[in-house]
């Protein structure tokens, strides 16, 4: 029982992941959320290095043993946070590809009458017997 704090700490976090992978993106207010974001983690970092004590002291009081299991624990938030960008970034790039492939395949397209060789005349005759 003294683990509920961290593993509903854990829990959230994952739901979090989860829900910002499902929401639609706004790309301007997105990535600026996420720089943001990489900036509290950069701070939080360099004050983990800086003061370990109190990032033990933070550990004990949330339910962990010690601070290296708290960052391993936020480290796998992080990661599963970082899978679902990727993904959500891979299927955004995926679509404007086929979109773009589906753009150029119907400008390349010719009319009937445009075919080289055709001379615009039509095929009346299309099994080769003659009447």
Excluded: C, W
Aim: net charge positive; proline share 3%.
């Amino acid at each position: 029982m003294q683990y509920i704090l961290i593993k509903a700490v854990l829990v959230i976090g994952l739901l979090l992941v989860a829900f910002f992978m499902m929401r639609p993106v706004k790309s301007a207010s997105h990535l600026a959320l996420r720089r943001i974001g990489m900036m509290i983690i950069v701070i939080a970092a360099a004050l983990a290095v800086i003061f370990p004590e109190t990032l033990n002291g933070l550990a004990r009081m949330i339910g962990v043993a010690s601070g290296v299991n708290l960052v391993v624990y936020f480290l796998v938030i992080v990661v599963f946070a970082q899978m679902a960008t990727s993904y959500r970034r891979d299927m955004a790039t995926e679509r404007k590809i086929t979109d773009l492939a589906r753009a150029l395949a119907l400008q390349s397209t010719q009319k009937p009458n445009e075919r080289s060789g055709s001379g615009g005349a039509p095929i009346d005759n299309v099994d080769g017997v003659d009447e």
